[in-house]
């Protein structure tokens, strides 16, 4: 007697378990290279996955994208905070309205899912909100829009501990439980 062939649901539990040590390896370099942040390499790591699971295409058809689940106002934020900082002082009207459009034409773009452009923004976006927070954990509330702080506890906790052990991907899969 033949066996029967495999469902498309029995062969998805029979593939091989992947390596995504790997991929904390990949976005471990691109963080180092790309943090626009004074926030260290370990709790953007986890902010990523916490954000994305370190799908880059996360939320291509919702509100938020990419690696960091940038969302529009975010993105004309950054582009404004950059505006500021040339400038030295708060951008005019005409001058905001120009940086929120370039930021809007950004987010709107197929850029926006690059990691490495991601996480710069992302991180950019972090750092308005350290500038403008008296502590990292109130950034955070303020990033996120909840003022619990569970978030913040979540990711800086398992920073520490994938600092500690920096390949280890149990820790980021423990911290979204």
């Not at 471990?28 to 954000?51: G, W």
């Not at 309205?97 to 370039?102: G, H, N």
Request: with cysteine; net charge positive.
């Amino acid at each position: 007697m033949e066996p029967k062939p495999a469902t498309k649901a029995q062969t998805a539990q029979l593939a091989p378990a992947t390596d995504d040590s790997a991929r904390l390896a990949q976005i471990r370099s691109l963080v180092e290279a790309n943090n626009k942040s004074t926030l260290n390499t370990d709790l953007i790591i986890c902010q990523i996955y916490m954000e994305s699971r370190f799908d880059a295409r996360a939320g291509a058809r919702q509100d938020a994208h990419g690696l960091m689940q940038m969302q529009r106002q975010g993105v004309q934020q950054v582009f404004k905070y950059r505006k500021q900082k040339e400038l030295g002082h708060m951008p005019s009207d005409a001058q905001t309205k120009a940086a929120f459009a370039e930021g809007s034409a950004m987010y709107d773009s197929a850029a926006i899912f690059d990691e490495a452009t991601n996480i710069q923004l992302g991180s950019e976006y972090m750092q308005y909100w350290l500038d403008t927070s008296p502590t990292v954990a109130a950034a955070y509330a303020r990033y996120r829009g909840l003022s619990n702080g569970i978030y913040y506890k979540k990711i800086s906790a398992s920073a520490a501990r994938l600092h500690d052990d920096p390949t280890n991907m149990q820790i980021l899969r423990d911290m979204v439980k």
